[in-house]
């Protein structure tokens, strides 16, 4: 029972290089999220997707991209990275949204930015 | 605007004592509250969840009690086990002005279940 996988689990970035985080989910859930975390945070939301094709922005979007081609796969892309993104990435996804619904999580990512 | 607060940063408890864990909320819209529970290099994982309509959820050894008037909610453990020391996240649900919902998560609860 894979859930919510997210690659790679640990990166250096150089300033301005650009990369990808990768997510996928085997549960058919129709939501997908990527939240970050900073030290002694919460998690902030990034950019999620209710359905393939349909994406938009969180609390957080700046310096991000996403994509939703599939119900399976949602990555996330670093254009142009900055220390300010050094942080542990959440991929996630629920079923449905709302009153009793649960958010499954990945493993993470830890990504630094130097 | 932090809606979602954990004002304790950690906790320490005596193994097969109660932990309690507290969460205060803002937003009376707020319809829906789980509990995560996260160890070190790990994804958070599901604990337990209470619906705004309900004031307590049990769930083995663990409970969540909400007080709607006093916007707070806390998640009670017993007896506490040393598997239980991890960070502890309280979130919530409310719905967008899109229709959509959004998930709120407070800063997190480290607990160290002491053996």
């Known amino acids: 029972n894979a859930g919510v996988t997210q690659t790679p689990k640990f990166r250096i970035l150089k300033i301005g290089q650009s990369m990808t985080l990768q997510c996928t989910q085997d549960?058919?859930?129709?939501?997908m999220y990527w939240y970050r975390q900073d030290p002694g945070m919460g998690l902030k939301l990034i950019y999620y997707?209710?359905?393939?094709?349909?994406?938009d922005k969180g609390e957080v979007p700046n310096g991000y991209n996403v994509s939703r081609s599939t119900t399976e796969d949602f990555p996330l892309r670093l254009e142009l990275a900055a220390p300010s993104q050094t942080s542990v990435y959440f991929c996630?996804?629920?079923?449905?949204?709302?009153?009793?619904?649960?958010?499954?999580f990945g493993e993470g990512s830890w990504l630094t930015v130097v | 605007d932090q809606q979602v607060k954990q004002n304790s940063p950690s906790l320490s408890v005596q193994e097969g004592r109660i932990s309690i864990l507290n969460c205060d909320y803002t937003?009376?819209?707020?319809?829906?509250f789980l509990w995560y529970k996260k160890y070190p290099a790990e994804g958070p994982t599901f604990l337990i969840s209470?619906?705004?309509?309900?004031d307590k959820n049990e769930d083995g050894r663990f409970t969540v009690f909400l007080n709607k008037s006093a916007k707070h909610l806390s998640l009670h453990i017993v007896p506490s086990q040393p598997g239980d020391s991890a960070v502890y996240f309280c979130?919530?649900?409310?719905?967008?002005?899109?229709?959509?919902?959004?998930?709120?998560f407070g800063t997190g609860t480290r607990l160290k279940v002491l053996a």
């Open positions: 996630a996804s629920s079923h449905r949204e709302g009153s009793g619904n649960t958010i499954y």
């Open positions: 549960m058919n859930h129709n939501y």
């Open positions: 997707s209710v359905g393939a094709g349909i994406t």
């Open positions: 937003n009376s819209m707020f319809d829906y």
């Open positions: 209470i619906s705004s309509i309900k």
């Open positions: 979130a919530a649900s409310a719905r967008r002005a899109s229709g959509t919902y959004k998930y709120i």
